[in-house]
């Protein structure tokens, strides 16, 4: 037996049989879409046995691309969680054979709360085909288990049906990366879509400041107290007017200038790169990193100048965003 081979063709079955799926696809699947879309309340997903896996699945996918749904186990159902549904709500049945019993049970409460029901079936002429509102018909599939019995094509091609009406029905909504970020606010895509300056940046007595007019030496010294490689320069009024980093001190050094004896106002960059606190993390970030002078540190200032913190390149990274 060639194992390699052998997996190839579980591939090529289930590939071919999906194409058998989505060639069967008529204006059924798109009244379900729109049965979604216009759906004043939750879509609900039922199933037993490995399609009940999956329609947990496909009921994780809606929630993810911000339509209201959760999984309904018929067995449980049965036993209290009916209750969770009312007359506004979408339920899509998943059935294979169309006639499991635990899905049949449920059909005489479902009629009585009055929801709409879906059914996704290889049988039309399965009980569940009969009693439900809209059918979407699947082919007899050839199973990719050799002995042609273990759900294997017919739960990938269920999973696919899931994964379209979710996609479409979110792209009717309008769902965008904003809102997908904020049903995943731990994910990679919530922190560079969530997390702005403010959420990184150190403030207070963390933020390494002199005052123009203060000689490089004590410059020097805050700059070591804070380890942020800078210091920001204030005036008297406490409005940023420049920061002197240790780039600044090592291109002075070469150049032969005393820096112990010099003031802060000869060295600073007068025209330092900032941010404001309500910008997005991922965008200060380019900016350091693409900007036309490359920066490991960004004064936050307020709309008068003055700082309301700073920001590195490294807190923005430890914070889970990256470019």
């Known amino acids: 037996m060639n194992l390699l081979s052998e997996c190839i063709n579980i591939f ?3 590939i071919a049989q999906l194409i058998k799926v989505k060639d069967a696809l008529d204006n059924n699947i798109v009244d379900i879409v729109n049965e979604i879309h216009n759906c004043k309340g939750k879509t609900v997903i039922c199933g037993v046995g490995k399609p009940g896996h999956i329609a947990r699945k496909i009921a994780a996918t809606f929630s993810s691309l911000g ?26 049945i998943i059935s294979n054979s169309g006639n499991s019993k635990e899905i049949l049970k449920l059909f005489p409460t479902l009629k009585l709360i009055g929801l709409k029901i879906i059914a996704i079936t290889s049988n039309p002429e399965s009980d569940l085909a009969l ?38 029905v979110s792209m009717m909504r309008g769902f965008r990366k904003e809102d997908y970020a904020l049903r995943h606010p731990e994910g990679a895509l919530g922190s560079r879509l969530l997390t702005r300056v403010s959420d990184v940046m150190r403030f207070g007595s963390n933020i390494p400041m002199i005052s123009k007019g203060t000689t490089v030496k004590n410059g020097i010294i805050e700059i070591s107290a804070k380890g942020l490689g800078a210091t920001l320069v204030l005036d008297s009024e406490g409005v940023m007017t420049g920061i002197i980093t240790d780039g600044d001190l090592r291109r002075a050094l070469e150049k032969n200038i005393d820096i112990y004896a010099g003031m802060v106002d000869e060295l600073m960059t007068t025209d330092p790169i900032s941010t404001h606190k309500d910008m997005l993390a991922i965008e200060a970030l380019k900016i350091m990193q693409q900007g036309k002078r490359a920066v490991s540190v960004l004064p936050v200032i307020d709309s008068m100048g003055r700082p309301e913190g700073i920001v590195s390149n490294h807190d923005i990274i430890r914070s889970g965003i990256i470019l």
């Open 67 to 92: 339509i209201a749904s959760f999984y309904l186990h018929p067995g449980e159902a049965l036993h209290g969680d009916l209750g969770s549904l009312n007359k506004d709500d979408v339920i899509i």
């Open 12 to 14: 090529d079955i289930e």
């Open 131 to 168: 009693y439900s509102d809209i059918v979407l018909c699947m082919p007899r599939l050839q199973e990719a288990c050799n002995l042609d019995l273990a759900p294997t094509s017919s739960t990938t091609a269920e999973l696919v049906i899931g994964d379209a009406l979710a996609v479409v």
